[in-house]
């Protein structure tokens, strides 16, 4: 350095030799002591950069003062965070590189380590999605026996990790594995790098443990930690880090078997690891949060004070050591949250509850951290306040479907399939705010969540008739990208080539940012503030303009029903006899008595089957009924029914006294009272008014498959005969009633009558299908298609209102997907029909709809729910009783 010095004193400004000279000292610096001060690091970048300015773009050296530079810089980042030069520059360099240049693959690797760098500090996703782009690249560049293909192996994996910890992408965390066991591959025994192999495999697999809790991927991380920790003896500068994910692993494995050698091991690992640790390093604040949950953890086993209370400091010294926007904040905060939770499952001291709850609200809303553990933190959130009886609990209802809607307006509407636990949260946060006395954010509340999948999917059909009055530009560019954030979201799920499937990610998320900042333009308009957002009660209570819409929840904590009326307050029906056990047991009950009736003749009376309609009567819907008729002073009239979680699967619609009055005359049924509709949703229904437009020439086509259904094409031919002459009618039949020839048939038709097997998929409900002569007609492939004059549909098949129960979302049916797609009135099946009986109801059903034929006046979907009513009392002699209550009426 001495002697470099001197050369450079005598090569003054204006030397032709200076850049050389400035170069050399700046490099021998660099390769010096001065590795670990950071002022010096910051001198000997200078040095670089005065010798680039010396050298422009044109100049032979170019290349090499700029890839000095990016050196000094990636010695930096090794220091510090990650800067937006030291992007550039790396770019400059990749460009002077070509897809053939032999430096190519570690330009990519160092590009993509300076991206990453940048995610940390700022954590935008786009950094993170081009750091995996070109550590793809980089490998792509270095077959098998390349001299740096461990290298880029190791970098491109962290790379997929970050995003596993960032948007819980379990597809990137086993690639990330397959990566780092051939990376560990390439350094056996003796390797100088093999200690790194070892710690990033075994961390993966804890990351996997975590999720999928296969036993088998524990013993292989600790073990693989434990050959990292004798690879770094006392005295390795890396040592405190071995350390700490050793007894990381160790509690991972804790939290799984609860064997206290495991917790005591890694207690006394993180001590070791703190101890060697400096207070400015940058795993500081993990080491202290995680020593933290250890001791919370021994302390709920032996109730010894001193650890939580050292629990409790550890926390609090975490959060210090962090800026406020640093993402990890969020585990600090979750550290605090569980010692304070944990001493007050011991101790009971309120003010540590509310301490705990106050953490779970900052872990929640901690802007920096990535959605999926935010959704758990509220999650847990809920589940907590909810068993300690805190007032937060709301809070945290809300919270939670305000952090799931804001994550899945990025992904496919299945994504919500991830969250296995959300699926009771709609029914108990309405639960929760009926508790509360808060009846109107009930309604809100089970409507946002209990209609989660079909509410993010409807945003890219929301009608936008008034705003392109308002503004047609504006309407004319959300239309535009609404098409194509679906197109991207559809082809990027199809692919089967990762790179291709990250760079589609990234054009969908580019599109979707797009597409919010449209959404944030169109709501700075005036009458515009609440477009797309979850719907007030206000607007619900549309819902309820030309009859009540009864919500019923059936929640772990309390089983009610909520009635909306067309004005005013909703009201509150508890029902008290009722138990989810109960429910549960109904359904099954009923799907036996079903099964059972279906194989008696119809003279046989279906004692099994009125024994639980009257059980449905008297348990659910007399209390309903008896506010409806007496509270609220309704007579025959339309009521829509809501049902959630366990009532699904219930047939509401049927219920039924089967007794009779003291003066010998039958006891009224729902039917007798009531002309009875289902609703997916209160949005659903909203929508399908809005959505009745100026009437067009009516068109009737009927579908149907008839290989396998005998009765079909006379069911058809019984159709046309019943529909007015001057509905324009087409007939799919027999080799005809193909996947296509119903798609078209459904763009091209007002009204459609299909008569088909129907079929749900309880593990992928969009997959529910028609069956047709070629191919399956998917619920997924009528979402999709565009149906501009749908009004009314007829679905005599099997399984078309059945509910999946599996899903966070139990409204999704082949019904309401036909609802959802445009259709404003439906009448599906429950359950199997007997197609040659089905005809009898099929004939009444059209004759009441169209009582003569002659009249050519308008045909008018909004009495089919009074024509099905019709329909099932004048069948009653003919048709038996699961044959008659099969067939239901959604819509308006």
Same mark, same amino acid.
């Given at each position: 350095?001495?002697h470099?010095q001197?050369?450079l004193?005598?090569c $003054?400004?204006?030397h ?8 050399n000292?700046?490099w ?6 001065i590795r ?8 000997t ?7 680039l300015a010396?050298?422009p773009?044109?100049?032979p050296d170019?290349?090499?003062?700029l ?5 000094a ?10 800067s937006?030069?030291g ?14 240049h032999?430096l190519?693959? =570690? ?8 991206v990453k ?6 954590v ?12 793809r ?5 270095c077959?098998?026996?390349h001299?740096?293909?461990?290298t880029?192996l ?8 970050s ?30 790098f ?8 075994g ?10 809790g ?16 004798? $690879? =770094?003896?006392?005295g ?8 700490n994910?050793?007894?990381?692993? $160790?509690k991972?494995?804790?939290n799984?078997?609860?064997?206290s ?34 001791l ?7 109730g010894?004070?001193e650890d939580?209370?050292?629990a !409790? ?6 959060l ?14 979750k ?7 944990? =001493?007050?499952?011991?101790?009971h001291?309120?003010a ?20 999926p ?20 609990a ?19 509407s299945?994504?919500a ?10 029914v ?9 006395g808060?009846l ?5 509340l089970?409507?946002q969540?209990?209609?989660q ?16 009055s ?13 098409k194509?954030v679906?197109n ?16 589609a ?7 979707t ?11 700075d ?11 007030l ?11 009540p819409?009864? /919500?019923?929840?059936?929640?772990q904590y309390s ?9 005013g ?6 029902l008290?006899s ?9 359904k ?12 008696l ?15 449905v009567?008297?348990? /659910?819907?007399?209390?309903?009924v008896?506010? $409806? ?29 089967f ?21 997916p ?6 929508r399908?008014?809005q ?6 020439t ?33 007939? /799919?039949?027999?080799?005809?009633a193909?996947?296509a ?16 097997h ?26 999709e298609?565009? /149906?501009?004059?749908?009004?009314f ?39 199997q ?8 109801v099929?004939?009444?059903?059209y004759?009441?709809?169209f ?6 006046g308008?045909m ?6 009074w ?7 004048? !069948?009653?002699?003919? !048709?038996?009783l699961?044959? =008659?209550?099969?067939?239901?009426h959604?819509?308006v």
């Open positions: 350095m001495e470099f001197l050369v004193n005598q $003054l400004v204006g032709p030799d200076r850049a050389t000279a400035l170069t000292l700046a021998v610096r660099l390769q010096g002591y670990n001060d950071l002022q010096e690091v910051d001198t970048t200078s040095l670089f950069r005065y010798a010396l050298r773009q044109h100049h170019h290349p090499l003062s890839y000095n530079l990016t050196e810089l990636n010695l930096r980042h090794d220091k510090k965070d990650g937006d030069e992007v550039h520059l790396r770019r400059l360099v990749l460009e002077l590189c070509p897809l053939d032999r190519r693959p =570690r330009t990519l690797d160092e590009l993509a380590r300076a760098a940048r995610f940390d500090q700022h935008s996703i786009d950094d993170l999605d081009m750091s995996i782009q070109l550590g690249e980089a490998v792509s560049l077959p098998s026996g001299a740096d293909r461990d880029y190791n970098n491109f994996a962290f790379s997929l990790i995003r596993f910890k960032h948007q819980d992408n379990p597809n990137g965390l086993d690639e990330a594995i397959t990566l780092y066991e051939e990376a560990l591959h390439l350094r056996p025994v003796g390797h100088e093999r200690a790194y192999s070892l710690g990033n495999l961390g993966a697999l804890v990351h996997r443990f975590r999720i999928r296969d036993i088998e991927d524990m013993p292989r991380a600790i073990s693989l930690r434990r050959e990292t920790l004798t $690879l =770094r003896p006392p390795h500068p890396h040592r405190d880090i071995t350390l994910n050793l007894a990381l692993a $160790l991972t494995r804790y799984k078997s609860h064997v050698e495991d917790l005591n091991e890694a207690i006394n690992w993180y001590r070791e690891s703190l101890r060697l640790q400096r207070l400015d390093h940058s795993g500081h604040h993990s080491t202290l949060s995680n020593l933290s949950s250890a919370c953890s021994r302390f709920m086993e032996t010894e004070n939580v209370e050292e !409790v400091t550890l926390c609090q010294e975490s210090a050591t962090l800026s406020s926007l640093h993402p990890h904040r969020h585990f600090s905060y550290r605090l949250q569980e010692a304070y939770l944990s =001493r007050y499952r011991i101790l001291d309120p540590d509850l509310s301490l705990a709850m106050e953490n779970f609200r900052l872990a929640s809303r901690h802007s920096t951290q990535g959605f553990d935010r959704i758990i933190s509220a999650l847990n959130w809920t589940v907590s306040a909810e068993q300690h009886g805190h007032g937060s709301l809070e945290a209802y809300s919270t939670f479907f305000e952090l799931l809607d804001a994550h899945l307006a990025t992904r496919s299945e994504a399939a991830a969250f296995n636990g959300v699926r009771s949260l709609p108990d946060a309405a639960s929760c705010a009926i508790r509360n808060y109107r954010h009930a309604v809100e089970a409507e969540g209990h209609g999948q079909w509410s993010l999917a409807s945003r890219l059909r929301t009608p936008v008739e008034n705003l392109e308002a503004n047609p530009a504006l309407a004319r560019n959300y239309l535009e990208l609404s194509l679906s991207a979201a559809q082809s990027s799920a199809t692919m089967t080539d990762r790179a291709a499937a990250d760079r990610a990234t054009e969908y998320r580019r599109l940012r797009q597409w919010e900042a449209t959404v944030a333009e169109i709501r308009l005036p009458v515009f503030s609440r477009f797309l957002l979850p719907p009660y206000a607007d619900l209570q549309a819902a309820a303009r030309q009859g819409v009864i /919500i019923l929840i059936a929640s089983r009610s029903a909520i009635i909306v009326p067309t004005s307050d909703p009201h509150h029906v508890p008290p009722v138990t989810l056990a109960d429910l549960t047991n109904l099954d009950r009923v799907a036996r008595a079903i099964r059972h009736a279906s194989a003749s119809p003279q046989v009376p279906r004692n099994d089957l009125i024994v639980l309609l009257r059980t009567w008297d348990e /659910i819907m007399l209390p309903i008896n506010v $409806l008729r007496h509270d609220l002073k309704l007579k025959y009239c339309r009521i829509w029914l809501c049902p959630t979680a366990a009532f699904t699967s219930i047939p509401l619609h049927a219920a039924h006294p007794r009779t009055n003291p003066d010998g005359s039958r006891e009224q049924c729902l039917e007798d009272l009531y002309i009875c509709s289902y609703t949703t209160l949005s659903a229904l909203v399908s008014r959505m009745m437009k100026k009437r067009v009516p068109s009737f086509p009927g579908a149907g498959k008839g290989k396998a259904l005998l009765a079909v094409d006379s069911e058809l031919e019984l159709v046309h005969k019943l529909v007015p002459a001057t509905a324009r009618h087409t007939n /799919i039949s027999d080799d005809a193909t996947r020839g119903a798609l078209e048939a459904l763009q091209q038709n007002t009204w459609v009558h299909l008569a088909c129907g079929k749900q998929d309880p593990k992928q409900p969009y997959n529910s299908h028609f069956v047709m002569r070629d191919e399956d007609l998917t619920l997924l492939d009528i979402m298609i565009d /149906i501009p004059h749908a009004e549909a007829f679905l005599s098949a099997c399984h078309t209102a059945v509910g999946d129960e599996e899903t966070p979302d139990d409204v999704i049916h082949l019904a309401a997907g036909l609802q959802f797609s445009g259709f404003k009135s439906v009448i599906g099946t429950l359950w029909v007997d197609d040659s009986v089905a005809k009898h099929v004939k009444a059903f004759e009441n709809m009582p003569d034929l002659k009249d050519d308008v008018d979907c909004t009495k089919a729910a024509a099905l009513n019709r329909a099932t009392h004048a !069948v009653k002699t003919t !048709v038996p699961e044959q =008659r209550m099969v067939f239901v959604i819509g």
